[in-house]
């Protein structure tokens, strides 16, 4: 039980999969404004996207993909999966008045190296399915509140007089790397 408890605080803090592995950064370098509702959104989204594919990547995994030798399908797999879950989750919400804006999140949430990276790591990583669950949404969640972190610090830094060459991607980019030396403080824990 603690070493579950380990792996959804790693996900979170100090093994941060876009802090650390550079994964996931597309949401992070455009430059549009966001509302916190809508990046809220997005997180939420990525998060669900995890662990519902880490949980049938590695059920595919272990149930068909070892036990017949067909490991080198596997990046296939992956994008059918992710792709099918993204459908899935679009045609669960067309039903659902109160969140209208889902299928804003869906291009960026399937084309988002996170999803990918989490999936690969859950098939050479994990070794049980709890472990997966739990380790995907943790990342998820960690990629959930770096979102939130990220717009926080951006609509406050939209407010200072810095030079227009500093504006929007660089001081993005710099910010990512002012946190990831704070994340990397946890790295020892």
């Given at each position: 039980?603690?070493?579950?408890?380990?792996?959804?605080?790693?996900?979170?803090?100090?093994?941060?999969?876009?802090?650390?592995?550079?994964?996931?950064?597309?949401?992070?370098?455009?430059?549009?404004?966001s509302?916190?509702?809508?990046v809220?959104?997005m997180?939420?989204?990525?998060?669900a996207?995890?662990?519902?594919?880490?949980?049938?990547?590695?059920?595919?995994?272990?149930?068909?993909?070892e036990?017949?030798?067909?490991?080198?399908?596997?990046?296939?797999?992956?994008?059918?999966?992710?792709?099918?879950?993204?459908?899935?989750?679009q045609?669960?919400?067309?039903?659902?008045?109160?969140?209208?804006?889902?299928?804003?999140?869906?291009?960026?949430?399937?084309?988002?190296?996170?999803?990918?990276?989490?999936?690969?790591?859950?098939?050479?990583?994990?070794?049980?399915?709890?472990?997966a669950?739990?380790?995907?949404?943790?990342?998820?969640?960690?990629?959930?509140?770096?979102?939130?972190?990220?717009?926080?610090?951006?609509?406050?830094?939209?407010?200072?007089?810095?030079?227009?060459?500093?504006?929007?991607?660089?001081i993005?980019?710099?910010?990512?790397?002012?946190?990831a030396?704070a994340?990397?403080?946890?790295?020892?824990?």
């Amino acid at each position: 039980m603690l070493d579950l408890l380990y792996l959804l605080l790693g996900g979170v803090l100090w093994n941060n999969i876009i802090l650390t592995q550079l994964l996931g950064l597309s949401p992070f370098l455009v430059e549009r404004k966001s509302s916190m509702e809508y990046v809220w959104g997005m997180g939420k989204m990525t998060t669900a996207l995890m662990t519902a594919s880490a949980f049938v990547t590695f059920l595919i995994y272990d149930v068909i993909l070892e036990p017949l030798a067909l490991e080198f399908l596997e990046n296939i797999i992956l994008i059918l999966i992710v792709f099918l879950l993204v459908i899935l989750f679009q045609q669960y919400k067309k039903g659902e008045a109160r969140e209208k804006r889902w299928h804003f999140y869906l291009p960026d949430v399937f084309m988002n190296t996170a999803v990918f990276g989490i999936l690969l790591l859950n098939m050479t990583e994990w070794e049980t399915v709890i472990e997966a669950i739990v380790g995907a949404a943790g990342f998820g969640l960690g990629f959930a509140v770096l979102l939130v972190i990220i717009e926080a610090i951006n609509s406050r830094v939209d407010k200072l007089p810095l030079p227009e060459w500093l504006r929007g991607i660089p001081i993005q980019l710099i910010t990512l790397g002012i946190l990831a030396l704070a994340v990397s403080g946890f790295s020892g824990i």
